[in-house]
């Protein structure tokens, strides 16, 4: 029940075409940046897929910081008490324990004063968590999102802000995943039912005020 060896593979360079007539802007978006603690990030091999998506997300980040625009971040709890995990545990096994090792967010993008870190509790990001409130006070209805793992919980958050009628933005190439074809997958679906995937080079022109070129 533990999280999978990945292989590495190449991150996608081109983003599949939307569905949704959605185009990022800076005045409205937010920025997520999805479960890059070490316990899930430490599967992964050096190198591509982690490495590079790595560089793009700390470049999305330093995009929405200097333009105003609102990052969140979410972090998983170690040690969760076994009912209040659910059935994450009947897939996923306890998860991680409450030590730096597991916990901490990769250095390179930690959070800072004025940042947001959401207590993370199920595999969407809005589940239990304040993330739509702050977001609507900051008149904010886009939700970029990075980070891992792109079919599961950057999926379920990408479902749930349609679900919510908040345009979802799949950054493809600052996402990270168990293999090419789970990635592709996730970048496929979400285009098809409930948002816009994207590659870096055009979410950060979004993010500076600059139209984004989505497919």
Request: glycine residues 6%; negative net charge.
């Amino acid at each position: 029940m533990a999280l999978p060896g990945i292989p590495s593979y190449d991150l996608p360079q081109v983003a599949p075409t939307a569905r949704g007539p959605w185009r990022p802007r800076h005045d409205r978006l937010a920025l997520l940046v999805h479960d890059m603690q070490r316990y899930f990030c430490r599967p992964f091999p050096e190198g591509a897929p982690l490495a590079p998506a790595v560089a793009n997300i700390a470049r999305l980040i330093s995009a929405a910081r200097a333009a105003g625009v609102p990052v969140f971040y979410t972090a998983q709890k170690g040690d969760q008490f076994r009912p209040d995990r659910g059935l994450q545990a009947d897939l996923w096994g306890p998860g991680m324990s409450a030590i730096r090792e597991h916990e901490e967010i990769l250095p390179e993008l930690a959070p800072t004063e004025g940042d947001f870190v959401l207590h993370k509790h199920r595999y969407s990001a809005f589940q239990r968590s304040n993330l739509e409130h702050l977001m609507r006070a900051r008149g904010r209805d886009q939700l970029m999102i990075c980070g891992i793992y792109a079919h599961i919980g950057c999926l379920a958050t990408a479902a749930e802000a349609f679900q919510r009628d908040i345009e979802a933005f799949a950054v493809a190439d600052a996402q990270a995943d168990f293999s090419a074809e789970k990635h592709d997958m996730a970048m496929a679906w979400i285009a098809a039912t409930c948002g816009v995937p994207l590659l870096t080079r055009d979410a950060v022109a979004a993010l500076s005020g600059e139209v984004a070129q989505c497919a």
